[in-house]
């Protein structure tokens, strides 16, 4: 099973965004059909819950939920869209209020102003000059 899980966190790692693995755990992964579109007849949607990334400084705060659900766009894979479902951890310090790790320092998910992935709005923009 352990060998299992470590090709699957592989395969994952080739998939989604540089480094996305190393704040975030995919809690599952969905197919569905979209007859909208003209291009991508499906579209492969991963959720993603994010770990446990308190600082040392932030060690008496308790976990408190997660945020609404944000969807990000992300490269297409084979025949399908990529749709990135990402949902923050809340935390609760002792006072009663509650935060959201800044993970701008360390990581940047989503390209400011874009509902696209970091590295897909940069190809896009790149692309369509």
């Known amino acids: 099973m352990k ?3 470590d090709a699957l966190i592989t ?4 998939l989604l965004p ?3 693995l190393d704040y975030f755990d ?5 197919e569905t059909l979209d007859n909208e579109d003209k291009v991508f007849k499906k579209q492969l949607h991963v ?7 308190r600082t040392p400084d932030m060690s008496d705060a308790t976990s408190n939920g997660y945020t609404a659900e944000m969807q990000l ?3 297409p894979v084979r025949t399908h869209r990529m749709v990135l479902h990402v949902q923050r951890r809340r935390w609760l310090k002792p006072d009663g209020t ?3 790790v800044d993970l701008t320092d360390r990581y940047e998910l ?15 923009e790149r692309t369509l000059r």
């Open 26 to 30: 995919v809690a599952d992964v969905k």
């Open 73 to 75: 766009l992300d490269f």
């Open 110 to 124: 989503a390209h400011s102003g874009t509902r696209y992935s970091k590295d897909f709005a940069l190809f896009l």
């Open 11 to 14: 395969l994952a790692s080739f």
């Open 18 to 20: 540089p480094g996305v």
């Open 98 to 100: 509650t935060f959201i």
């Open 3 to 5: 060998q299992q899980n």
């Open 47 to 53: 959720y993603l819950k994010e770990r446990d990334n």
